[in-house]
């Protein structure tokens, strides 16, 4: 009787074991983020996403352009200039709330080697693809190893927790904050691609600053990160370089966060901040 508990005891340790390595295996990410802060999209910055997807002869390319008002637009200027570049197959799938659920559509995303969000309204964008199986669908991709490319609103879509662009104390859409305050900022859920980070876009042609340091101020363990136009991300797991003409801010690590009595105003005693061009690399959590 001891012989046999001994065998079953070793019996569910290995089957623990193969369990443990498979979900491991599963939570790893084969594939790689391409995030862009909107702006002209360069041939050499989009030959450079070829380069990182990494494409053969058989792959094919899925437009998702539903963040955009004019969706048909966004997908045949993606489209055009890409066509200069590379002979794989470019075409769009334009989800909406019912053919977000649809299998053949979500079988053929999660085919495609490259999939690239565009801008407009990233809130738009979440609308249709929260809790569908168009979501799992993206991370299916990437898990598998897909490149997975956002250009503005398709750049905040990245986060797990995505700036809108609104804020909450003020009706009145700006491009930028006049102030840093507590629960201002508005964020909804975004793809979660990207961990413990925030990102804005357009970041230094709109002087997002305030912004961004708002975000630090609600989210002080995450990164935050300002990607100016015609500049980019390359994300492979935790490691990120930049590519494009532009620079990238990255700020951490704030401390001595304290609130105002006056108009919710915020103050941050020390944080850190750097700033990358095309080459530079840095590593996040």
């Known amino acids: 009787m001891k012989f046999s508990k001994k065998i079953f005891s070793c019996f569910i340790i290995a089957v623990f074991t193969v369990l443990s390595n498979n979900s491991l295996q599963a939570q790893k990410n084969n594939g790689k983020l391409f995030i862009i802060g909107g ?5 050499k910055l989009m030959t450079q996403l070829i380069t990182v997807a990494d494409l053969t002869k058989k792959d094919y390319i899925v ?39 649809s299998k053949v559509l979500n079988d ?9 969000i565009s801008g407009g309204d990233q809130t738009r964008f979440m609308n249709i693809v929260n809790n569908t199986p168009l979501f799992n669908s993206i991370h299916t991709a990437y898990e598998n190893g897909s490149t997975i ?16 662009g609104n804020q909450k104390l003020e009706s009145k859409y700006q491009n930028t904050f006049d102030n840093i305050r507590f629960g201002n900022l508005e964020t909804n859920q975004g793809l979660g691609l990207v961990k413990n980070v925030i990102i804005d876009q357009h970041f230094l042609k709109r002087s997002r600053y305030n912004r961004l340091l708002s975000a630090m101020v609600e989210f002080p363990d995450h990164i935050g990160i300002g990607i100016d136009e015609s500049t980019a991300l390359i994300v492979r797991n935790k490691e990120i370089e930049i590519t494009g003409e532009s620079a990238v801010i990255v700020l951490k690590k704030p401390k001595g966060i304290k609130k105002s009595k006056i108009d919710n105003l915020a103050s941050i005693k020390s944080l850190q901040i750097a700033v990358y061009i095309e080459g530079q690399k840095f590593k996040i959590k």
Do not use: W
Not at 39 to 43: A, F, H, K, L, V
Not at 67 to 82: C, G, L, T, V
Not at 89 to 97: A, E, G
Not at 108 to 116: G, T
């Open 39 to 43: 702006g002209n999209r360069s041939d």
């Open 63 to 101: 437009v998702l352009p539903m963040s955009s008002e004019e969706p048909d637009s966004a997908y045949i200027y993606f489209k055009n200039q890409m066509e200069k570049l590379t002979k794989n197959p470019i075409v769009m799938l334009n989800f909406n709330s019912n053919t977000a659920n």
């Open 149 to 164: 490319a956002g250009t503005s609103a398709g750049a905040a879509v990245m986060c797990e927790h995505m700036i809108t």
């Open 108 to 116: 053929s995303l999660q085919k495609a080697k490259l999939i690239f």
